[in-house]
């Protein structure tokens, strides 16, 4: 590819690709050097699979939150303050959190349901 090509494609850029090392290096500064190159895979299917899978591991943890709050008793029950009292409850919540951490970064890009 001519320099002018280059000049005209990517601006300023096709310096920085053409000093790279072949493969992956120069296929980097590539893709940075225009918008217009980044295409990647979704990886759609598996990251569906493991979507899947965590919801099955949420809606586990959310039924076990459910029966230990059952348990709970007193005037802080279904409090912030009572989960804080028990490290069973508190340890199930934080177990949900790490995993809806997880989910959160997996489905950006797919439509929510409760």
């Excluded at 217009?36 to 699979?49: K, P, Q, Y």
């Excluded at 919801?55 to 709050?69: C, G, N």
């Excluded at 919540?93 to 950006?108: F, N, Q, R």
Aim: glycine share 8%.
């Amino acid at each position: 590819m001519s320099h002018a090509a280059n000049s005209f494609a990517f601006g300023d850029n096709w310096r920085s690709v053409e000093s790279h090392v072949q493969g992956y290096p120069s296929l980097a500064a590539l893709v940075d050097a225009s918008s217009s190159f980044r295409l990647f895979r979704r990886f759609g299917w598996i990251r569906a699979r493991r979507l899947l899978y965590l919801q099955t591991e949420l809606s586990h943890l959310e039924a076990k939150i459910r029966e230990a709050d059952g348990r709970c008793t007193g005037p802080q029950r279904g409090l912030a303050a009572e989960a804080l009292k028990n490290p069973d409850l508190k340890r199930l919540i934080d177990k949900a959190g790490v995993k809806l951490e997880d989910y959160g970064t997996y489905s950006p890009t797919l439509s929510a349901v409760s």
